[in-house]
Structure formats: C-alpha cells, structure tokens
C-alpha cells in the first residue's frame, strides 16, 4: 500500500507506522529519522538541518523534498510506503504530487492519528528513543520489555530526543498549527482522508482503529 501517517507530535504515527508495516506491505519512511541518520553521517543535508532539528523547527522544504526523493528511489521502497512526518507542508504535499506523477505512484490513504494536544505532552516528555535502531519507546506506556534502558529489538542505549523536551514541543507543536493542519485540509478535499480518533488509547487499541480505517484485518 502507499499511504501517509499524519498527526501531531508525539501521537503514535511512527509506532503505528512500524506496527502495520508488513501486513501494509509497505515500507516506514520517515523523514525524521532520514534526517537524524543524516546528522549522525555529517552529510551536508543533515549540517543544514541540524540546528533547526534541536530547535523543533521545521527544516525547509527544499531540503526535506530531497530527503524523501532519494528514500522513495530505494529498492525496498517499490512496492508500497507509509510516509511517517512527511508532507508537513503544503509546499512537500505539492512537490510529492508531482515527484509520485513522475514515479506513476499513487497515495491510497491519508489516515489522521488524531490525538488530542492535552495528552501529547505527557507522551512526547516521557518519550524514548533508541540511539542503535531508532525504536521509540515510554517510560509509562511502553517502556522496554527486556532491560532498563536499553532496546527491544537491539539493545542499543535508549536517550531522550533533544527536541523531546516541553520547551521544543512547544514549538513543534506551533509549527504543526500553522504548516501541517492545513496539509490534512488538502488531503480531505481530494477525498484521501481517514480519522483515526485515537484519543486517549493505548497503542493496541489503536492498531486496531488503524488497521480498521485501513481495511487491513485485525491481527
Ligand atoms: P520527527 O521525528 O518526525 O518528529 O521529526 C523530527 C524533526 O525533523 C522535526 O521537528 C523537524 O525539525 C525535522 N523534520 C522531519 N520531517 C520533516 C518534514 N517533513 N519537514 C520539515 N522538517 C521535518
């Protein structure tokens, strides 16, 4: 399938991302950690975006744009995509119009995991994230299974994101205002749009509205 995860900082689209992947037969791009790979390397992309990254400010779109370009070429990327973090922008929603034109691709769905902006804090704040793999976890909600700290899936050392504090947030969540709300207004009037209300639920509850909404059968 190729579809878009959209949804304010902090409310699941990567974890719900990861969680349908394979039966979405679809591959989870997104473009944060694209760009936080891309910091690690000191690739010029990654120089520039740095600063505004550890601020919680978007990264122009120029630069995003390409990010993804290059992603959606790669060979595991062919058959299908849920784009996690990306277009943020009206200006991104129209260069992937155009870029998937060219690739003779198609968006299937839009899905909104919407959840509301009193409980963001609380997740993104208590938000982990593996410095190996990149797997996110909570320190409530979902902490790992295995050992304090450390990953699941690699046991690689869990950090907290430098944009995850609340005075980053706040700014994140400006930016999500006033650039990406608008991109689910474009995605609702082409008819692609499908609301996840996850409010307050839990991870499993939600896969399960999202698998829902994306007609792929419970698990
Ligand atoms: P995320 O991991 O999706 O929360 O993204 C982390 C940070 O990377 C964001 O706060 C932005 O600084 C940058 N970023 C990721 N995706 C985009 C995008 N589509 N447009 C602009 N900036 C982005």
Known sequence: MRLIFMGPPGGGKGTQAKLVSKDAKAVQVSTGDELRAAVKEGTPAGKKAQGLMGQGKLVPDEIVNEVLKDRLQKP?????????????TLGQAQTLDALLGDMKQKIEKVALIDVPFSVIEERVLGRRTCKGCQASYHVKFNPPK??????????????????????????????????????????????????????????????????????????
């Open 76 to 88: 595991d990327a062919k058959e299908g995509w849920i784009l996690d973090g990306y277009p943020r």
């Open 146 to 219: 295995r050992a304090d700290g450390k990953c699941d899936e690699c046991g690689g050392e869990l950090f907290q994101r430098p944009d995850d504090s609340a005075e980053k947030l706040k700014t994140r969540l400006e930016a999500y205002k006033k650039d990406t709300v608008p991109v689910i207004d474009y995605y609702k009037k082409k008819g692609l749009l499908t609301t996840v209300d996850a409010g307050t639920r839990g991870v499993v509850d939600v896969e399960s509205l999202v698998r829902g909404a994306l007609g792929l059968g419970n698990k």
